[in-house]
C-alpha cells in the first residue's frame, strides 16, 4: 500500500483520509488473526465478549473503538494470551487462530506465541535498564548473546520506531530518562527488535501529548508495511486517521466491522452512528 | 444573621480557648511531640559523647603502657624470644609427625583400646554413686571379717557372750553381703542400660571408626570389667599386649627419627634458660616500674589523708608514711644495660641453635608412611628453612633496640588496629590489638551473610512471586517468627543441637575431603555464622519482599509481552527493578549480624586468636572471638579506667564507626543504583 499521509496532515484534524486509504483495497491480503464465535469470561461465569467473530489481514492496521468496558482490550489481550496470567480468566467459546494454528490448543506454547505477537500498552514502560539493553531484551531472552547480532538489531529497532536520531549518542543513558513519547517509541522499538508479526497496541497514545501522538501515528502506518498491527483506542480521529479496518464494539459485542473509511461516513447501525457522532461513550 | 458584630465595634481575630503563658494548646502539643523527637537526638549524641570520652582516653594510655614495655625491656626479651618461639613450632610439627608414625602401626589396637578406654569410663562416671556405695559395703564386709576372724581366734572368755557376738555379726555380714550383691546385679543392669543406647559412641575420640565386630567386644570388655573385677577382659588384655609389642618395633625401627627429635628439642636448651634469665630481669623492671608508677598516687593520697585527719598524731603518721614513699623514678638506662650487655651472647646461642636446626632437619624421614606425618614434615621443612631469617630479624631488631626510642602519635594507633594479640590480665604485659576480634567478627558476619542473603532473597522471590496465596498466608509469618526467637535461646540451640550436629557431619568419612573436616570443635566460627544467618533471614526477607512488592505489576506485564518466562522475567526484570530495595536489606541485615551479642558469644568458641588461614576456607571451623562478644564478656570484670576498661571502649567506637560506614555506603550505592 502506498501510504502518502505526512506528520503536517496529522494535526489538521478535520480532513478526511486520503483517496488511496479510503478505496476498499484492490488486493485482498492475506488472514493473519481469524477469531471465530469467541467468547470470553474473567470468572467463568459472566461473559464480557460474545460471539465475536473477526478476522484480521496482514499489513493492516485494524482499529478496535467502543465505550470504557466494551471489552475491545479483553480481545486484543485475548491475541496473545495476556489474559492467561488473571486467574480464572479464559474463552468460553470459541477460537482464535493465528496463522492458522489455534493459540489455545494444548501444544501451542504460549512464549513462543508472545514472541510473535508482540504488545505495547497504554502506559509505557521501559524496564529499568538502559536504552541498549531495553531493545535488546527480547533478543537476549532468546538466548542471543552476539554483540554484532544484538549491535545491528538494536539500530534497526530504533531506527523503525523513529527513535534512532534522538538518542544514538546515549544508548547506555536509562530508558527512564527519556520523555513520554520517546519512552512510547522505545516501547514500540522493543517490541519489533524481535520481528513479531502482529503488533497489539493498546491505547498507545492515550497518555501522550499531541505532538508525540502524531509521532506515534505516523509511526503506525509506516510500521504496518512489515506489521500486522491492531489498535485499541478511544480517540475516533486517530482510528480514522491510522487504520484500515474498524471494530466497533458495545457491550461486549462486535456490532459493526468494515473499512475505516465505510464505517466513519457510513455506518450501517444506528449505535455505531450514535458514537461516532459523539451521542454517547 | 441576627448577631452580627455592631457596627462600631471592630471584629476582634483574636484566639480563643486555652492559653497558658502565652502559648496555645495546639502549640504545647507540637513542642511535645518535639520534645519526643530531639529526646531521641540528644541521647545519640550523649551516647556518642560518652563512648568518644571513655575510648579516646585510651590511646595515651596505651601509648605509656607500651612505652613501659619497651623502657622494662620487656619488649627486647620478647625479640629475643622470638626463635624460641620458632623453634617450638618446628619442634612440635616433628613431634606430631613422629606420633604419627608410631601409632600407626598399632592403629587397629589403639583405636579399639581409647573406645573401651572412653566408654568404660562414661558408664563407670554414669554410675560412680552407686560403684561408691559399692565401696563402702565391701569395706563394712572385710571389717566384719576380720572382726569375726579375730573373735574366733580369741580365747573365749565369756562363752556365751563371745557366741552372741559372733552370731550377731555373722547376721550382719549376711545382711551386708546381700545388699552387696543386690547393688552389684542393679550396677550391672544399669551399665547394660547405657551399653544399649547408641549414643554411648559419641564419647569415643572423633576420627576413630570401629567396625561391628570392635564394638562388639568394647562393649563386652566394658561389662566384664564391673566393679570389683580387678582382671582385663582376656582379649582386651591381647589387644593391649599386641599394641605394645607393635609399638615397641615401631620404636626401634623409628629409633633414629627419635633420636633427631630428642636432639632437636635439646638444640634449645640453652637459649630457653638463657632467655629465662633475662625474662627475669625484664620481670623485676616492670615492677619497678608499676611501683613507681603508683608511687606518686599514693604520695597523693597519704597526703590527702594527713589534711583530714582527725587527731595531730594520725596527720603525723600519714606525712611519715608519705615521705617513706620511695618516689625516686627508675634509672631504665641502667637497670636494661645487663640485657642489653647480653646480646652478644644471645647471637653465640642463635648462630649454634641454627647449625644444629641446619644439621638435624634434613636426618628427618623423607618418606614418612602417614599423611599426617608427611604433611607435618612438610611444614617442618619449610619453618626450619624460614629460621634463619626469623632469627635474623630477631637479632637485627634487638641490635636496633633502645630503652629511650620515643613512641610516636600512632603508635598506640597502629598497636591497637593492627595488633595480632588481645592479652589481659598477663602477668607479663597487656597487649589490645583488635585484629583477632576484627577477624572473628567478619568471618562469622561474612558466613551469615553468604548463607543469610540467597536463602532470604530465594525464599523472598518465591513468595513473592511464585507461592499461590495458600502458601504466602503461610511462609511470611512462618520466616518473620524465627525474628521473636530470642537470641540466646538460640545461642542454646547452637551449643546443643547445630553444634554436635555439625561436628558428627564433619565426622563422617566420606565428607573429609571438605576442608576443615574433621572438626575438632562444637563451638566455632562455622556455628556461629549459620546461627547469625538464620537471625538475619527474617530482616533481609521482610524488606527484600517489600521490594520486590514494589515493583509495578505492568514491568513484568511488558516482559511476558515480550514472550518472557516466568523465571526470566524474574531474573532480568524484577528482580533489577529492585535491587535497590534488596541492597538495603542485605546491608540491613549485615548490621544486625555484625551487632548480634549473644549468640556468638554463646556460640563462636571465644578463643582470642587470630584464625589460621592456611587451611583456606577450612579456617571456619576454628573457634574465634568477637568484638561484640568481648565486651560483653570483659566490661563487667574491669576496673573503671582501668587500660582495659579503655580499649574495650575502642572496641565499642570500632564497631558504632562500622555501622556509620555500612549504613553511609549503603545510601551511596542506592543513590548510584537509583539512576535506572
Redesign the interface.
Known amino acids: 500500500m502506498n501510504d502518502t499521509m505526512s506528520a503536517t496532515e496529522h494535526q489538521d484534524y478535520s480532513t478526511a483520509p486520503q483517496a488511496t486509504t479510503s478505496n476498499p483495497p484492490e488486493i485482498e491480503h492475506e488472514v493473519v488473526i481469524e477469531i471465530d464465535d469467541v467468547n470470553f469470561s474473567y470468572d467463568k461465569k459472566k461473559d464480557v465478549l460474545q460471539d465475536i467473530t473477526l478476522d484480521l489481514r496482514k499489513n493492516e492496521v485494524t482499529a478496535f473503538i467502543g465505550p470504557s468496558g466494551c471489552g475491545k482490550s479483553t480481545l486484543l489481550r485475548c491475541m496473545?494470551r495476556?489474559n492467561d496470567?488473571i486467574p480464572n480468566a479464559g474463552l468460553t467459546k470459541g477460537e482464535i487462530r493465528i496463522l492458522g494454528t489455534d493459540i489455545h490448543a494444548p501444544e501451542v506454547d504460549v512464549?513462543?506465541?508472545?514472541?510473535h505477537v508482540?504488545?505495547v500498552?497504554q502506559?509505557y514502560?521501559p524496564?529499568?535498564?538502559?536504552i541498549y539493553e531495553n531493545v535488546a531484551?527480547?533478543l537476549?531472552?532468546?538466548g542471543i548473546k552476539n554483540k554484532a547480532i544484538l549491535d545491528e538489531a538494536v539500530e534497526t529497532s530504533l531506527i523503525s520506531a523513529g527513535l534512532w536520531e534522538e538518542v544514538k549518542d546515549r544508548l547506555d543513558a536509562?530508558g527512564?530518562g527519556l520523555s513520554g513519547g520517546q519512552q512510547q517509541r522505545l516501547?514500540i522499538a522493543?517490541?519489533i527488535a524481535?520481528q513479531p508479526k502482529i503488533i497489539l497496541m493498546d491505547e498507545p497514545c492515550s497518555a501522550l501529548d499531541p505532538l508525540s501522538t502524531a509521532t506515534i501515528e505516523d509511526l503506525i502506518t509506516k510500521l504496518k508495511h512489515d506489521f500486522t498491527i491492531a489498535i485499541v483506542t478511544h480517540n475516533m480521529q486517530q482510528a480514522t486517521r491510522v487504520s484500515d479496518k474498524t471494530a466497533f464494539f458495545y457491550l461486549g459485542e462486535l456490532i459493526e466491522f468494515s473499512d475505516t473509511t465505510k464505517l466513519f461516513t457510513n455506518p450501517s447501525v444506528k449505535a455505531t452512528e450514535d458514537y461516532i457522532s459523539g451521542r454517547f461513550g | 444573621m441576627s448577631d452580627q458584630p455592631q457596627a462600631d465595634e471592630p471584629i476582634k481575630f483574636r484566639r480563643k480557648g486555652f492559653k497558658f503563658l502565652g502559648l496555645g494548646l495546639q502549640e504545647y502539643i507540637k513542642y511535645f511531640f518535639g520534645g519526643n523527637a530531639s529526646l531521641a537526638i540528644i541521647v545519640l549524641v550523649l551516647i556518642c559523647t560518652f563512648l568518644l570520652k571513655e575510648g579516646i582516653a585510651f590511646f595515651p594510655d596505651y601509648n605509656k603502657e607500651l612505652r613501659e614495655y619497651r623502657q622494662t625491656g620487656q619488649e627486647f626479651v620478647d625479640y629475643a624470644d622470638r626463635q624460641i618461639d620458632a623453634h617450638t613450632r618446628i619442634n612440635s610439627d616433628a613431634n606430631i609427625a613422629y606420633y604419627a608414625e608410631l601409632n600407626q602401626s598399632s592403629k587397629f589396637e589403639d583405636d579399639i583400646l581409647s573406645a573401651y578406654r572412653s566408654v568404660g569410663s562414661f558408664v563407670r562416671s554414669a554410675t560412680s554413686s552407686e560403684t561408691d556405695q559399692l565401696k563402702r559395703y565391701t569395706e563394712r564386709i572385710e571389717d566384719l571379717e576380720d572382726n569375726l576372724a579375730k573373735l574366733a581366734e580369741a580365747p573365749a572368755t565369756d562363752e556365751i557372750d563371745g557366741r552372741a557376738q559372733i552370731q550377731q555379726l555373722a547376721v550382719e555380714l549376711d545382711d551386708y553381703q546381700q545388699r552387696s550383691e543386690k547393688l552389684k546385679g542393679e550396677i550391672l543392669t544399669h551399665f547394660r542400660l547405657h551399653l544399649a543406647n547408641e549414643s554411648i559412641w559419641e564419647n569415643v575420640r572423633p576420627g576413630i571408626h570401629l567396625s561391628k565386630e570392635s564394638k562388639e567386644l568394647v562393649l563386652t570388655a566394658v561389662l566384664h570389667k564391673q566393679p570389683g573385677v580387678k582382671e582385663e577382659y582376656p582379649e582386651i588384655k591381647q589387644l593391649m599386649a599386641d599394641s605394645s609389642a607393635k609399638k615397641k618395633v615401631a620404636t626401634e625401627s623409628l629409633a633414629e627419627f627419635k633420636s633427631t627429635i630428642t636432639a632437636l628439642s635439646k638444640a634449645v636448651r640453652p637459649m630457653k634458660s638463657f632467655v629465662r634469665d633475662l625474662k627475669d630481669i625484664a620481670s623485676e623492671n616492670a615492677r619497678e616500674a608499676k611501683k613507681f608508677s603508683t608511687a606518686e598516687l599514693r604520695y597523693d593520697a597519704l597526703l590527702k589523708g594527713s589534711e583530714k585527719a582527725a587527731t595531730e598524731s594520725d596527720k603525723q603518721r600519714f606525712i611519715e608514711q608519705a615521705g617513706a614513699v620511695d618516689r625516686t623514678k627508675p634509672n631504665f638506662e641502667e637497670i636494661t644495660k645487663p640485657l642489653i650487655a647480653k646480646t652478644d651472647e644471645h647471637n653465640k646461642l642463635s648462630v649454634e641453635l641454627q647449625k644444629e636446626i641446619a644439621r638435624l632437619v634434613p636426618l628427618l624421614p623423607k618418606n614418612p608412611a602417614t599423611e599426617s606425618a608427611r604433611e607435618n614434615l612438610q611444614k617442618v621443612q619449610g619453618n626450619a628453612a624460614n629460621f634463619p631469617n626469623i632469627a635474623e630479624e630477631s637479632r637485627e631488631e634487638m641490635m636496633d633496640w633502645n630503652f629511650d626510642k620515643k613512641n610516636s602519635v600512632f603508635h598506640a594507633l597502629g598497636a591497637f588496629f593492627f595488633g595480632k594479640h588481645w592479652i589481659s590480665n598477663s602477668s607479663w604485659r597487656d597487649f589490645y590489638g583488635i585484629l583477632p576480634l576484627f577477624t572473628g567478627s567478619l568471618l562469622i558476619a561474612l558466613i551469615a551473610l553468604a548463607v543469610a542473603v540467597p536463602f532470604s532473597l530465594a525464599a523472598a522471590i518465591y513468595v513473592n512471586q511464585l507461592a499461590s496465596r495458600r502458601e504466602q498466608n503461610f511462609i511470611k509469618p512462618a520466616i518473620e517468627f524465627i525474628g521473636a526467637i530470642p537470641s540466646v535461646v538460640l545461642g542454646f540451640f547452637g551449643i546443643l543441637v547445630l553444634g554436635t550436629a555439625l561436628r558428627n557431619v564433619s565426622q563422617i568419612e566420606a565428607l573429609s575431603w571438605i576442608p576443615g573436616f574433621p572438626m575438632a570443635e562444637r563451638l566455632t566460627i562455622l556455628n556461629a555464622g549459620l546461627l547469625l544467618a538464620f537471625m538475619a533471614v527474617p530482616t533481609i526477607f521482610t524488606l527484600a519482599e517489600d521490594a520486590l512488592n514494589n515493583v509495578?505489576q505492568?514491568?513484568s506485564?511488558?516482559?511476558?509481552?515480550?514472550?518472557?518466562?516466568k523465571l526470566?522475567t524474574i531474573l532480568?526484570?524484577v528482580f533489577?527493578?529492585s535491587i535497590s530495595g534488596i541492597i538495603a536489606a542485605v546491608l540491613l541485615g549485615f548490621g544486625r549480624i555484625v551487632g548480634e551479642t549473644m549468640v556468638v558469644l554463646l556460640v563462636a568458641g571465644n578463643k582470642i586468636k587470630i584464625p589460621d588461614f592456611t587451611e583456606g576456607i577450612g579456617v571456619v571451623t576454628q573457634p574465634a572471638h568477637t568484638m561484640t562478644g568481648i565486651i560483653a564478656q570483659e566490661l563487667g570484670e574491669v576496673d573503671k579506667g582501668s587500660l582495659h576498661w579503655g580499649a574495650l571502649f575502642m572496641v565499642g567506637l570500632v564497631l558504632f564507626f562500622m555501622s556509620l560506614v555500612i549504613n553511609f555506603s549503603a545510601q551511596r550505592i542506592l543513590k548510584k543504583l537509583q539512576?535506572?
Open positions: 496473545n495476556m496470567l512464549i513462543e506465541l508472545r514472541k508482540g504488545m500498552f502506559k514502560n524496564f529499568p535498564k538502559s531484551y527480547g537476549r531472552i532468546q536509562s527512564l516501547c522493543r517490541t524481535v | 509495578p505492568a514491568l506485564e511488558n516482559s511476558f509481552a515480550m514472550g518472557a518466562s526470566q532480568r526484570v533489577p527493578a539512576k535506572f
